[in-house]
C-alpha cells in the first residue's frame, strides 16, 4: 500500500472555540532537540505496515490498520506508548473490537502531550473518510464526520472525559485507502480544535474544589468524633460531681445530727430540703463546713476538685464545638 500526501480537506469547526489563530502542525527534526521523543512524527509512512507493538487481539481489520499506521507516523506507540484496543466494556466500540483508545504521554498534562493530542486528531479529521472513521472523543469534545466538534457533558473524572486519550472507533469492515494527508501537510486553526487546556483548567478546579470538600469533611468527622468523646466524658464528670455534692451534703447533716438541738436539726433538715433559709441554720452550717471535722473536710475538697475539672472540661468541650461549627462551615463553603 502506497501513502502519499495530499491537499488538506478543509477541517471542520468546533463548537468550542481557542484564541482565533492559524498554526502548522509540523513534524519534528533531528535537530528539535528540545522536544521529548513522545512528540516525534515520521516524516514518511512505509508502503508496509509492520505489526504493532500494542495489542491487535480481537480487533476488526480496519481497527487494526488504524492501530498500525498510529505506530509507524508516530513512533511513540511503537516503543512503548499506550493504545488501548479490545477489552469488555458496556459500550459496544471495545467488545466489537473496533475502537482505540490513543493514550497521551504524562496524561495529557502539558502543553507538549495536548499538543500532539491535536496532531493526531487534526490527522484523524482530516483522513476520516479515508480511515474509516465513525467518530472521535478527545477534550470531553466529540467529533462526527460531517459535523462540528461538540463539547460533551461532565463525566466527574479526566480519564473519562478523554483528557488524557483520544478515542477513535472506525467502521470494522472498510477498507482503508492510501490517499491520506500526512501530518507535516496539516494547517489547521486553533478553533477547530478541542478547547482542551481550559477544559484542563476547569477540570484541576473541580479537582481542587473536591479536595477541599474532602479535607473539610475529614475535619468535620475528626471535630465531631472529638466533640462527642468529650462530651460523654463530661457526662460521667457531671455524675461524679452530683455525687460529690451528695456527699458533702450527708457529711453535713451527719455532723448536725451527732452533736445538734432537735429544734436546730429540724430547721436544718426543712433547709436542706428547700423549704427554709433560717438564718441561724445557715450559720451552724458554715460553722460546721469549717470545722476540723474530717468527713466534711474531705468531701468539700472531692466536690471543689471535681467541680474544678468539670469546668475545664467544659470549657475544653466548647473548643471543640467551635473547632467543629468552624469545619461544618469549611465544608459547606466548599460544597457551595
Do not use: C
Not at 455524675?239 to 429544734?263: F, H
Not at 475544653?316 to 467543629?324: F, M, P, S, V, W
Amino acid at each position: 500500500m502506497q501513502f502519499r500526501s495530499t491537499a488538506i480537506r478543509p477541517l471542520l469547526g468546533i463548537a468550542v472555540a481557542l484564541t482565533v489563530g492559524t498554526i502548522a502542525i509540523q513534524s519534528p527534526t533531528v535537530a528539535d532537540s528540545g522536544r521529548a521523543d513522545s512528540q516525534k512524527v515520521s516524516q514518511a509512512v512505509p508502503t508496509k505496515l509492520s505489526p504493532a507493538s500494542n495489542s491487535e487481539g480481537k480487533l476488526q481489520p480496519n481497527t487494526v490498520h488504524l492501530l498500525r499506521l498510529v505506530e509507524a507516523i508516530w513512533p511513540y506507540y511503537a516503543n512503548g506508548g499506550v493504545i488501548g484496543g479490545y477489552r469488555q466494556d458496556a459500550i459496544a466500540d471495545h467488545p466489537s473490537g473496533q475502537a482505540l483508545d490513543i493514550m497521551m504521554a504524562n496524561g495529557g498534562r502539558d502543553a507538549e502531550s495536548v499538543a500532539q493530542g491535536h496532531q493526531i486528531a487534526a490527522f484523524l479529521t482530516a483522513n476520516a473518510s479515508q480511515l474509516g472513521i465513525d467518530y472521535l472523543v478527545w477534550r470531553q469534545s466529540i467529533w462526527h464526520p460531517g459535523q462540528a466538534w461538540r463539547l460533551m457533558e461532565d463525566r466527574g473524572d479526566w480519564t473519562s472525559n478523554h483528557m488524557d486519550h483520544i478515542h477513535a472507533k472506525v467502521y470494522g469492515d472498510f477498507q482503508a485507502t492510501d490517499d491520506i494527508v500526512m501530518p507535516a501537510d496539516l494547517k489547521i486553526s486553533l478553533d477547530e480544535l478541542p478547547d482542551g487546556e481550559a477544559l484542563r483548567v476547569q477540570h484541576e478546579i473541580r479537582v481542587a474544589a473536591q479536595q477541599k470538600v474532602d479535607a473539610a469533611q475529614v475535619r468535620v468527622d475528626a471535630a465531631n468524633k472529638a466533640h462527642n468523646k468529650l462530651r460523654k466524658k463530661n457526662d460521667k464528670r457531671a455524675d461524679v460531681l452530683a455525687a460529690a455534692q451528695l456527699k458533702v451534703t450527708a457529711a453535713i447533716r451527719q455532723s448536725y445530727m451527732m452533736g445538734m438541738d432537735p429544734n436546730v436539726l429540724a430547721q436544718f433538715t426543712m433547709l436542706f430540703d428547700a423549704q427554709s433559709t433560717d438564718p441561724a441554720v445557715l450559720l451552724g452550717v458554715e460553722r460546721q463546713v469549717r470545722s476540723d471535722q474530717e468527713d466534711v473536710r474531705s468531701a468539700v475538697i472531692l466536690l471543689a476538685e471535681n467541680a474544678a475539672a468539670l469546668k475545664a472540661a467544659e470549657s475544653e468541650q466548647e473548643g471543640a464545638a467551635e473547632q467543629l461549627a468552624s469545619a461544618q462551615g469549611e465544608l459547606a463553603l466548599a460544597n457551595a
